[in-house]
C-alpha cells in the first residue's frame, strides 16, 4: 500500500523553536554564575526554559552524561537573535573555563503536521 508522504513537508510557518543544548560542566561554580544570567537574556528574545538540566534517563544509544538544556523561542529568528546578541555573548564569556558547550536550534513540529501523521500511522499495522 503506498503512503502518502506529502504531509512531511512543511508548507506553513512554525510556531516554535527549540535550542538544544548539552554541556559538559568542569567548574561548576563558575558555571553556576552563569547559569543567573541566562534566564533573563533568554527573555528579552521570546525565550524560556522548558528543561534544565534535570534527570535524564537514557532510553537508547550510548548513556547521556551530560547536562542538558531545553530552551523554547517562538521563532528560528528569535533563537538566533539570543545567541548572537551582544548581551548573551557577554554572559557567555562566564562560562569561558567552566566547560564545554553544544547549541543546536531546531524547529518544532506542527501540531498539523502531528495530527496527520497520526492518522495515517493509526492506519498502519506491521
Known sequence: ??????????????????IVIRVDIR??????????HTPRVANQHGGRFI???GETETLEGEKETLRI????????D?????YR?????????????????QFVAVD???????????EVSKGLSL
Open 27 to 36: 567548574d561548576r561554580q563558575a558555571y553556576g554564575e552563569y547559569m543567573l
Open 85 to 101: 546578541s551582544e548581551e548573551y555573548q557577554a554572559v557567555k564569556q562566564l562560562r569561558e573555563g567552566a566547560g564545554s558547550a
Open 108 to 118: 518544532g513540529y506542527p501540531v498539523e503536521d502531528w495530527d496527520k501523521a497520526l
Open 1 to 18: 500500500m503506498a503512503v502518502d508522504h506529502s504531509f512531511l513537508i512543511r508548507e506553513y510557518p512554525i510556531m516554535s523553536v527549540y
Open 51 to 53: 528543561a534544565r538540566g
Open 78 to 82: 528569535d533563537a538566533k537573535r539570543f
Open 69 to 76: 538544556v531545553l530552551v523554547e523561542f517562538p521563532s528560528m
